[in-house]
């Protein structure tokens, strides 16, 4: 469970978002009372619920970015899904209980690979013994030879007993011996004989379970793997494969699923977080959606108990719902957040209005964030031996061009910059394998004369930028 203070998920938002403080703030906090929560007696936890969010904001101004990123902060089973999806008739039968499955899937293999790491050590160790023994095949003890055993009056003098522990002396030291250098990896390229587990490709069964069977709560290929023995294949292989497939097994072997399952619920339940997208796209009451869509207003009925708090089915069984936070975004052009059902908007006391992007927020989004569009673009030609060096006049010069062209056309936000950098570097992307060696300097007057021809036709602006 993430013990940032609210402080520190702000801080870390900051180094990939620009602005939107505000928003930064309250699911800071969000996330800070999950761990809040969880230090109260088991009474008064059961009693605070928590308080659901509502991202608004137009789009392309870091709605999803922030869920992004804070889905890397918390250290907590979290998943994104679109509301939108739910209306969509191509999703039969994908119900909204779907995504609290989905959470506990996630809930699974985040507290799975928590175990592994712990368990990683012994697997290693365990596998290592195998390879040494696949190496060293033990020797069948005694060779038709008596073991001397004291006062047994048949078993041999004392010769062949000490020959035979000098063999015990020598096997225990070649094996320490091969040991060593197995841990070395000086023996990686030699090759053993190995029983591998067969899994024979795409089976029937995962092109069946591909097909939205998941609704069922359980996975057909598990079940029918399950049954009848399992396939081995004996193989040849290099020891540093054979290390890394029997370490798999061995990990398999020491890991509980039914320890990973309760666990995994359990942190599901208490610090769980499905951020749901384009909320607003489910908005509006009474209205049939578009052709065959499914009614918005049903995708809001059927979300609300899972807000509410209810007990889900799983394939890992029942979740309970009351804990998790939802936290939820919309861009709200159309639709507003009054648009909603009553119950639902109830379930989400917290608005945040993220604010619009402007001149000075795009500069900040080109200069600031540690992977920026800059850098990304650099990186790139980079590869091609280019060399692209952009001025700081430049970069204010982009942003207000970026600015100028939200507000002609359709503001899309910080989206705006991906169009602008394309078409400001197309030339030099184009010819970049050609040009190896080359320095590229782009001033603001450069950012000018490259997008005149887009800029002076506004049509054409709206089209291409
Ligand atoms: N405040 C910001 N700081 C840094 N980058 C941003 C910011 N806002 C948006 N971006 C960038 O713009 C792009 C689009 O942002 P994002 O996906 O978060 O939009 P959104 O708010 O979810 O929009 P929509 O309503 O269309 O889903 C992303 O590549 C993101 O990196
Ligand atoms: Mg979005």
């Known amino acids: 469970m993430s013990v940032l203070t609210p402080q520190e998920i702000v ?6 978002i620009v602005g939107q403080t505000e928003a930064k703030r309250k699911v800071a906090i969000a996330l800070r009372n999950r761990w809040r929560r969880r230090q109260l007696d088991a009474a008064l936890q059961e009693e605070v619920t928590p308080k659901n969010i509502i991202l608004i904001g137009s789009t392309g101004v870091g709605k999803t970015e922030i869920a992004r990123r804070l ?10 899904v679109e509301a939108s999806k739910f209306t969509e ?34 697997a290693k160790a365990n596998a290592d013994k195998r390879v040494l023994d696949l190496l060293l095949p033990p020797q069948p003890q005694t060779g038709g030879q008596k073991i001397f055993k004291p006062g047994d009056p048949s078993s041999g003098d004392e010769g062949p007993a000490r020959n035979l522990r000098d063999v015990d002396d020598a096997e225990t030291r070649t094996r320490e011996l091969f040991e060593r250098k197995l841990k070395a990896g000086e023996l990686d390229d030699r090759e053993v004989e190995l029983n591998v587990r067969d899994n024979g490709g795409t089976s029937m069964m995962q092109v069946f379970s591909n097909s939205g069977m998941e609704e069922m709560g359980m996975n057909l290929q ?18 540093a494969d054979a290390r890394k497939i029997l ?23 208490n610090d769980g977080i499905v951020f749901l997208d384009e909320i607003d796209k489910i908005a509006g009451r009474g209205g049939q959606g578009h ?27 029942p979740i309970k719902t009351d804990h998790i936070l939802f936290i939820a975004a919309g861009a709200f052009h159309v639709a507003k957040v009054s648009d909603m059902i009553p119950e639902l908007q109830g379930r989400f006391p917290i608005r945040v209005e993220l604010n619009s992007l402007e001149k000075a927020d795009f500069a900040r989004i080109l200069r600031e964030p540690k992977s920026s569009l800059l850098v990304q673009y650099r990186a790139l030609l980079e590869t091609e031996g280019v060399t692209l060096e952009i001025g700081d006049d430049a970069i204010d ?10 507000n002609e056309g359709e503001d899309i936000g910080a989206r705006r910059l991906h169009t ?14 050609q040009k190896f060696g080359e320095t590229f300097v782009i001033d603001a007057d450069e950012v000018t004369r490259r997008l005149a021809n887009v800029m002076e036709d506004r049509d054409l602006s709206q089209y291409i930028l």
């Open 11 to 16: 801080a870390a938002l900051d180094r990939n």
């Open 71 to 80: 889905a890397k902060l918390a250290d907590a089973p979290f998943i994104k």
């Open 89 to 122: 008739v191509g999703y039969v039968g994908r119900d909204c209980e779907s995504m609290i499955r989905e959470l506990m899937e996630v809930g699974i293999n985040l507290v799975r690979e928590e175990m592994q790491r712990d368990l990683a050590p012994q």
């Open 222 to 239: 598990e079940l029918f793997g399950k049954m009848g023995p399992q396939r081995t294949k004996r193989r040849k292989v290099t020891v």
């Open 247 to 269: 370490e798999q097994e061995e990990l398999d072997e020491l890991i509980d699923m039914d320890a990973v399952t309760k666990h995994a619920a359990n942190r599901v339940e």
């Open 291 to 317: 052709g065959p869509d499914v009614s918005r207003e049903g995708v809001q009925r059927d979300i609300l108990p899972i807000v509410e708090g209810s007990t889900v089915t799983t394939k890992y069984g």
């Open 397 to 406: 010069r982009i942003a207000e061009i970026c600015e100028h062209v939200n």
């Open 420 to 433: 602008i950098m394309e078409c400001l570097l197309e030339d030099i992307s184009f010819d970049a394998a």
